[in-house]
């Protein structure tokens, strides 16, 4: 039954709309329900009294360009069929459209709601237009926008709640600012969504929001805490440029790519098992607070890009996931750093960043090639437990507190060449960077030297000495000379004089070769006096002898007393005193700390 305060209402129920255009004219309440009005309501000027019509249908058009409303505004469950334009109105009290349908284009462009106005509910099945609208305290939850919704350029003076609202097409949310923060908790976007230079004076709540469409939040300013928690970006997602003093995306899926290239997160910025399917580009980020990755996952297909990024603040990257290529090339580290436990599956490229904090790299895996080339450690590093599975470069990297490389596995190529080291404290096994013989590490003069003076400051003899060894290795000569003769002679002889068996190889020859010499002189000399009977001497014997007069150790005489034969025994006894003293020197050398 309809309600009225002036005009006809038929038996069907059916108010025409020239009959509620009259009571506005008269400055009467107009109020009706369940009623259907037929015919265009326009009207454009000044609605001194309260408008109520509920549970009603408007089959026409409505018109309400630059009307100014003084009292109530009361359309709820109502129905309008064809387009509605309230463009550039102004509504001085309550408004509610709760449970209202739009069937044709809504218009509130340059809307003044002065008080609140509420949308909950409300289904707008073509286009609607907020652009440049007021609202103080907005109400959109539940509300299904079927089209495309265009709030650009608006203005939320108050908090405004769309929890649970949905876009069907694109919405549009440009240079809009929500001065005490909103709440789109559980909103879906199905279209593309822009909020391109947004100003979010509050707090944001997006949890668990579905972006199914492009996103654009690229030259936002949040000055509260935005919240993405279980948020889905099902595509391309632009935070370039974006302020934030504290953003929260854990758990959030970012299924196209993801750009955050420049953005400055002034508070916490929070990303803890979240998920990025494509690229994850935060070049040039400033991360002014703590950062969180911790379990986060990057995508096997393509590249997680942090050149340039600046850290001020703790960041954490525990338990992280690289499947493909990460860069943070030139990215400075203000303060700790850990990617403990994470995996790099591709390569991992650290080439000229700054760790001014401690780095934490303890029990990290990395699969591809891993640079670390021109790298400043300021702070301890700790590479424990790591393993580095592709070829490693630290090429002029430098550490200038404790560098620990305990347990570290080396299986690719190592390259250490002009690394730095200041006063801190290194603790490394040389066979774990040098476990390969054949092209396994790259180093310069210097770096050896840091090494070996580092392995006997903390009392690994061994390992000093086979750096050493290695050393002079990589430093023979390579073209025939006598150098390189004589480096043969104390490579192999004593390894130089840092490997005493090694002593056992020239020895074995001396005192064999000699062994042979003698026993060929003594049957030269039986020839010459075949008349006489000489005894027969076994080879066993002629080794003996060789090795009594090698060790200058009492002996029988000589075989024959010819002149070549007290050269020969002259010869090899210098020749022991020669590899004794080699022996000597190596032996000191293995037992001197």
Same mark, same amino acid.
């Given at each position: 039954?309809?309600?009225?305060?002036?005009?006809?209402?038929?038996?069907?129920?059916?108010?025409?709309?020239?009959?509620?255009?009259?009571?506005?004219?008269? *400055?009467?309440?107009?109020?009706?329900?369940?009623?259907?009005?037929?015919?265009?309501?326009?009207?454009?000027?000044?609605?001194?009294?309260?408008?109520?019509?509920?549970?009603?249908?408007?089959?026409?058009?409505?018109?309400?360009?630059?009307?100014?409303?003084?009292?109530?505004?009361?359309?709820?469950?109502?129905?309008?069929?064809?387009?509605?334009?309230? @463009?550039?109105?102004?509504?001085?009290? *309550?408004?509610?459209? *709760?449970?209202?349908?739009?069937?044709?284009?809504?218009?509130?462009?340059?809307?003044?709601?002065?008080?609140?106005?509420?949308?909950?509910?409300?289904?707008?099945?073509?286009?609607?237009?907020?652009?440049?609208?007021?609202?103080?305290?907005?109400?959109?939850?539940?509300?299904?926008?079927?089209?495309?919704?265009?709030?650009?350029?608006?203005?939320?003076?108050?908090?405004?709640?769309?929890?649970?609202?949905?876009?069907? %097409?694109?919405?549009?949310?440009? %240079?809009?600012?929500?001065?005490?923060?909103?709440?789109?908790?559980?909103?879906?976007?199905?279209? %593309?969504?822009?909020?391109?230079?947004?100003?979010?004076?509050?707090?944001?709540?997006?949890?668990?929001?579905?972006?199914?469409?492009?996103?654009?939040?690229? =030259?936002?300013?949040?000055?509260?805490?935005?919240?993405?928690?279980?948020? !889905?970006?099902?595509?391309?997602?632009?935070?370039?440029?974006?302020?934030?003093?504290?953003?929260?995306?854990?758990?959030?899926?970012?299924?196209?790519?993801?750009?955050?290239?420049?953005?400055?997160?002034?508070?916490?910025?929070?990303?803890?098992?979240?998920?990025?399917?494509?690229?994850?580009?935060?070049?040039?980020?400033?991360?002014? !607070? &703590?950062?969180?990755?911790?379990?986060?996952?990057?995508?096997?297909?393509?590249?997680?890009?942090?050149?340039?990024? @600046?850290?001020?603040?703790?960041?954490?990257?525990?338990?992280?996931?690289?499947?493909?290529?990460?860069?943070?090339?030139?990215?400075?580290?203000?303060?700790?750093?850990?990617?403990?436990?994470?995996?790099?599956?591709?390569?991992?490229?650290?080439?000229?960043?700054?760790?001014?904090?401690?780095?934490?790299?303890? =029990?990290?895996?990395?699969?591809?090639?891993?640079?670390? &080339?021109?790298?400043?450690?300021?702070?301890?590093?700790?590479?424990?437990?790591?393993?580095?599975?592709?070829?490693?470069?630290?090429?002029?990297? *430098?550490?200038?507190?404790?560098?620990?490389?305990?347990?570290?596995?080396?299986?690719?190529?190592?390259?250490?060449?002009?690394?730095?080291? $200041?006063? $801190?404290?290194?603790?490394?096994?040389?066979?774990?960077?040098?476990?390969?013989?054949?092209?396994?590490?790259?180093?310069?003069?210097?770096?050896?030297?840091?090494?070996?003076?580092?392995?006997?400051?903390?009392?690994?003899?061994?390992?000093?000495?086979?750096?050493?060894?290695?050393?002079?290795?990589?430093?023979?000569?390579?073209?025939?000379?006598?150098?390189?003769?004589?480096?043969?002679?104390?490579?192999?002889?004593?390894?130089?004089?840092?490997?005493? @068996?090694?002593?056992?190889?020239?020895?074995?020859?001396?005192?064999?070769?000699?062994?042979?010499?003698?026993?060929?002189?003594?049957?030269?000399? @039986?020839?010459?006096?075949?008349?006489?009977?000489?005894?027969?001497?076994?080879?066993?014997?002629?080794?003996?002898?060789?090795?009594?007069?090698?060790?200058?150790?009492?002996?029988?005489?000589?075989?024959?007393?010819?002149?070549?034969?007290?050269?020969?025994?002259?010869?090899? $006894?210098?020749?022991?005193?020669?590899?004794?003293?080699?022996?000597?020197?190596?032996?000191?050398?293995?037992?001197?700390?």
């Amino acid at each position: 039954m309809g309600l009225g305060h002036s005009g006809s209402i038929c038996s069907d129920g059916v108010v025409y709309a020239d009959d509620i255009i009259d009571e506005i004219n008269n *400055e009467k309440p107009v109020k009706y329900e369940k009623n259907i009005i037929n015919g265009d309501i326009k009207f454009n000027s000044d609605v001194k009294k309260n408008i109520e019509i509920k549970n009603c249908t408007i089959t026409g058009k409505v018109d309400f360009k630059e009307t100014i409303f003084h009292g109530l505004v009361d359309f709820s469950d109502t129905k309008f069929m064809q387009d509605t334009d309230f @463009k550039s109105t102004n509504f001085r009290d *309550e408004v509610i459209f *709760e449970n209202t349908y739009f069937f044709g284009n809504a218009d509130f462009e340059k809307v003044n709601f002065t008080r609140k106005v509420n949308f909950l509910q409300t289904k707008f099945e073509k286009n609607a237009i907020f652009e440049g609208a007021n609202f103080t305290e907005a109400y959109f939850q539940r509300t299904n926008f079927t089209q495309n919704a265009n709030f650009k350029s608006s203005e939320f003076k108050e908090f405004a709640d769309l929890k649970e609202v949905k876009f069907g %097409n694109n919405v549009d949310f440009t %240079n809009t600012g929500f001065k005490k923060g909103g709440d789109f908790k559980h909103a879906h976007f199905n279209g %593309n969504a822009i909020f391109r230079n947004v100003d979010f004076g509050g707090a944001i709540e997006l949890e668990n929001a579905k972006f199914l469409g492009d996103v654009d939040f690229s =030259h936002i300013n949040c000055k509260e805490k935005i919240n993405f928690y279980r948020t !889905n970006f099902s595509k391309k997602t632009n935070f370039t440029n974006s302020g934030f003093s504290g953003a929260y995306f854990e758990s959030a899926t970012f299924g196209g790519d993801a750009k955050f290239e420049s953005a400055t997160f002034g508070g916490d910025a929070k990303f803890d098992y979240a998920k990025f399917n494509n690229i994850a580009d935060f070049s040039a980020a400033k991360f002014n !607070n &703590q950062t969180q990755f911790s379990s986060a996952e990057f995508s096997n297909n393509d590249i997680a890009w942090f050149k340039g990024a @600046k850290f001020y603040g703790e960041s954490k990257f525990k338990n992280t996931q690289f499947n493909n290529e990460t860069s943070f090339i030139s990215s400075e580290f203000s303060i700790d750093t850990t990617f403990m436990n994470s995996t790099f599956f591709g390569n991992a490229i650290f080439m000229l960043s700054d760790f001014k904090g401690n780095a934490y790299f303890n =029990h990290t895996k990395f699969l591809g090639k891993t640079e670390f &080339q021109k790298s400043d450690f300021n702070g301890n590093a700790d590479f424990e437990d790591t393993e580095f599975l592709g070829e490693t470069d630290f090429n002029q990297s *430098e550490f200038r507190g404790d560098l620990d490389f305990t347990k570290v596995y080396f299986e690719g190529l190592l390259n250490m060449s002009s690394m730095k080291f $200041g006063l $801190g404290r290194l603790d490394i096994n040389f066979d774990s960077i040098n476990f390969n013989p054949v092209n396994r590490l790259t180093c310069d003069d210097a770096t050896y030297m840091r090494l070996i003076m580092n392995f006997k400051e903390i009392g690994r003899i061994s390992d000093a000495n086979d750096c050493y060894f290695q050393f002079r290795l990589n430093s023979q000569p390579r073209d025939l000379s006598f150098k390189k003769l004589e480096d043969w002679f104390f490579r192999y002889s004593c390894g130089y004089g840092v490997r005493p @068996k090694y002593v056992i190889i020239p020895a074995s020859i001396f005192v064999l070769s000699f062994a042979i010499f003698y026993k060929i002189i003594n049957i030269r000399s @039986k020839k010459r006096r075949s008349k006489e009977k000489i005894e027969e001497k076994s080879f066993k014997e002629y080794l003996v002898l060789s090795l009594q007069i090698f060790t200058l150790q009492p002996h029988d005489s000589m075989p024959s007393t010819s002149a070549l034969t007290r050269f020969l025994g002259l010869l090899e $006894g210098l020749l022991g005193l020669i590899v004794f003293g080699l022996f000597i020197a190596a032996l000191s050398n293995k037992m001197a700390f």
